[in-house]
């Protein structure tokens, strides 16, 4: 049985026993044993863990939140191969943390029925900033993702920079106003619509998007939107593409293959990537940009990267509005001919009008998932994915849309590519719980453990505030 003393501070618990100290002496890779480290309390005189506990911690952890159900000593010292002593010293630290609570006892198969223990994702909170193309939404977490609150405004990425970053930062102080007997906050995620250098969260690609068929380069590349939000805040910031983020919380559902494909159609058009369950960012963090390949039958229309034919020009959000206006579509449906006439038609409104069944809304988007087809075909024959997941604005097309992708690729593609290939609609709230998991990942990683292990908690940490990377 695993226990705890009362008195025993969680701080504490996270430190390792003598008999850990002298485990091996591993140090992190970049670090040496004379390296400065962060300062402790004075309360807490107790030594920096050795990296090997610590790395063995974060896999106790990794392991420990894929049941929720909870988990048995026995199978942990079975799938981690430890033995049952240095299973037990990690036990004592998560729990000791709060990271690890009892879940009741398991099967017995014979003996006395096993103690289980699962991830208690209420230990902590998480803020989340999702930014879109026309609005945003800061939202209030546990660990694993379940929206505590939640604020929702129009104003995006098509928007000033420092504006959004503005009411951003008084929305996420309102949520944490409204909330005052939760948990700290340990960390804040964010997703944006835009090319990012994940190594240290800078915005490396220009913005761009459609605003009135104009073409227009944004102002948000290399605004430094990490480095604001963590001083503001005084939390460790991670920053990511929407599209990862929205891929990343596909591949953490339960039963989630470890290999699918994530595309996002809104106003813009991109893919994320998962490869064994890991996100895919490609040498220069370019993978997924499927948008501008040039395509035969696009017309060969203006594209706002400044070449012609791209796939965006006729499969984005930006082109669903210019196919809706058309006096023809206008004739043709009386929904968006009173659309046009009370403000105007967004992409949002012809998913929306396809899910109700508007017959030219329907062959918009009928036309859109042949196209997508095309360049799905050559994606899954290659990758193989197991799942095919369609997210973003288009989500609010529900299941007709993954029907039609699902219908159009499977005539351009192999049974042996198909047979075993779910393509399925993504969750409106996909970004906020991927940008919670992205946080989630990185505070229990081996790495950035060692960091906060020593003050029982990420909270006030400078180091993390202040980390340049956010990949180690």
């Known amino acids: 049985m695993i226990t705890v003393d ?21 140090q992190p890779p970049g670090s040496s044993a004379s390296a400065s480290k962060a300062p402790v309390p004075a309360c807490h005189q107790a030594r920096t863990p050795a990296f090997a506990h610590v790395s063995q911690l ?22 981690l191969t430890l033995g049952r002593n240095a299973v037990d010293r990690r036990l004592k630290t998560a729990i000791g943390l709060g990271l690890l609570i009892p879940a009741g006892r398991g099967m017995s198969t014979g003996g006395r029925a096993p103690e289980m223990w699962r991830f208690n994702p209420a230990v902590a909170t ?16 546990d660990l694993s993702g379940t929206i505590i609150d939640q604020i929702h405004w129009e104003e995006g990425i098509l928007s000033d920079p420092h504006t959004v970053t503005a009411h951003a930062l008084e929305h996420l102080g309102a949520l944490h106003d409204r909330h005052p007997e939760l948990p700290p906050a340990w960390g804040l995620g ?16 220009p913005a761009t998007a459609r605003t009135g068929g104009a073409s227009d380069t944004l102002s948000w590349t290399g605004f430094p939107l990490r480095s604001r939000l963590a001083r503001a805040l005084n939390l460790p910031v991670w920053i990511d593409d929407e599209v990862n983020v929205l891929a990343l919380a596909a591949a953490k559902r339960i039963g989630a293959p470890e290999d699918l494909l994530y595309v996002r159609l809104s106003l813009g058009l991109g ?62 449906s009386p929904y968006l001919r009173r659309l046009d006439e009370n403000g105007g038609i967004r992409c949002e409104h012809v998913f929306c009008g396809a899910a109700e069944g508007d017959p030219v809304c329907v062959r918009l988007l009928t ?3 042949d196209r997508l087809s095309v360049v799905l075909a050559v994606l899954t024959t290659t990758y193989n994915p197991g799942e095919v997941v369609l997210g973003g604005g288009v989500a609010q097309a529900g299941e007709f849309f993954s029907r039609a992708v699902g219908q159009a690729l499977r005539r351009r593609v192999l049974p042996a590519t198909s047979e075993r290939l779910r393509v399925r609609m993504g969750d409106e709230d996909d970004a906020l719980k991927g940008a919670c998991r992205m946080v989630t990942d990185a505070l229990l990683s081996a790495h950035v453990m060692h960091v906060w292990l020593p003050y029982g908690s990420p909270v006030g940490v400078a180091e993390l505030v202040t980390h340049r990377r956010q990949d180690a």
């Open 6 to 26: 009362a008195n025993q501070s969680a701080a504490d618990t996270a430190y390792v026993t003598a008999h850990d100290s002298q485990h091996d002496g591993v």
């Open 58 to 79: 974060a896999e106790l952890m990794a392991e420990t939140r894929k049941y929720p159900q909870g988990v048995s000593r026995a199978d942990l010292c079975e799938t």
């Open 126 to 141: 998480i803020l989340v900033l999702s930014i879109s193309y026309r609005s945003s939404t800061v939202a209030l977490t």
């Open 190 to 205: 964010v997703s944006i619509p835009t090319t990012v250098d994940f190594r240290d969260g800078s915005l490396i690609a």
């Open 271 to 332: 893919m994320g990537i998962v490869s064994h369950g890991q996100v895919h960012r490609g040498a220069a963090a370019a993978s997924g940009e499927i948008a501008h390949i040039q395509m035969t039958g696009s017309g060969g229309r203006s594209c706002r990267c400044g070449r012609k034919g791209c796939l965006e020009t006729a499969l984005s959000g930006g082109a669903l509005e210019d196919a809706a206006v058309t006096p023809q579509a206008l004739k043709r």
């Open 367 to 369: 036309e859109a998932a």
